[in-house]
């Protein structure tokens, strides 16, 4: 499974990234995950930071940041149907 | 009944002593606190649900088909209700001037979202009353009004970051629609998430509000920022300008030294300074703007933040 974060590096988007990485580990999945920094990157899938890309899906946008257990529930959902 | 509640905590369980400093600080931190986080709590909560039907991807589609100044005056009103984290104003600047909405009016929107701060107003209805709390509201919206016009009048696109126009992806992005259900779960979610990061710095701003109730004699202020000294707007501006993130713990801090003297002008002036004028922001912006506009941009709203603070330091 590829996740991405993405945020230009404010704080909001560096604790998404931190949710994730504990949301994988709880969950123990099998998975990559890569922040995305790179503006023009972030600009195709979304204008409102911090995202979060599941397989090239935008799952999330914007504030405020989804919380431990809807991050769980958005990665699961990807992974049964991967 | 708070007021009795604030009173029968500070003289009958803690047992001070009727009038004296202590007791005094006390009382007002009491009071303050339980009114501050009840009406944080409920405002927040309604900005929240509000803010729900005007994601970022629906802001900038009803602005792009506006002309300036009425342009100017949607995108205003539109950077309140419309929520977004400070990182998110370039993506949203790019967005704006791909879907063809013009340099002011992108910036009228940019100037009124900080300007017009949830907290600030919450607070201010809290402290000083809806009067207070109104003009609040309609001088940031004239800022941003104006600003954004005078910005767009200088013709200063050749100021912004060339790849900004070079930018083209021609992506729609997708509006989620919400069921009530998720809009009040958000709401709640934002409300939690609000008072999570202010809570402590209004606690202890209460506090040191509670303190100067207390022990700043009372004409300390008057003699050095009263409304006799000329000086005291541009002096609070300047100082207001580096400091950033405490929008929330200044304000009851400025409400206790307005007891003591401090003018509304000047009281405005500052939050104004504080919450729409910041480091952080303007490296954030650096990204898209090149100096120069970078430097009108801050000219620009320090002067007006400026004269708003004299404008209300005269008719107050």
Redesign the interface.
Known sequence: MEIKVL????P??RMLEEIVKKAIIELGIDAKVEKVTN??E???Y?????GLVINGK?KHS????P?LEKVKELIQQENIKG | MLKEFAGYVTYNIINLEYGSRPADVLDFFIYDTIKIFFLLTLIIFVISVIRSYF???KT?QILSHKKEFIGNILAALLGIVT??????A???F??FVEAGIPLGVTFSFLISSPMVNEIAVVLLFGLFGWKVTAIYIGTGLLVAIFGGLIIGKLKLEKWVEE?VYK?H?G?E??IVRQTSKERLL?AK??TK?ILKRVWLFILIAIGIGGFIHGYVPQDFLVRYAGRGNVFAVPIAVLIGVPLYSNAAGVIPIVYALMEKGLSVGTVLAFMMAVTALSLPEMI?LR?VLKIPLLGVFVGIMTVTIIAVGYLFNAIL
């Open positions: 945020g230009p590096g404010c909001n988007c503006i023009i972030i600009m195709k979304t204008m409102s930071t911090p935008l914007g504030k405020p940041l919380s | 994601p970022p991807e900038k929520p977004f984290c400070s990182c998110s370039v993506p949203l790019i967005g790849y930018f992806n992506q992005y997708e958000y979610e934002n998430d954030i990204k």
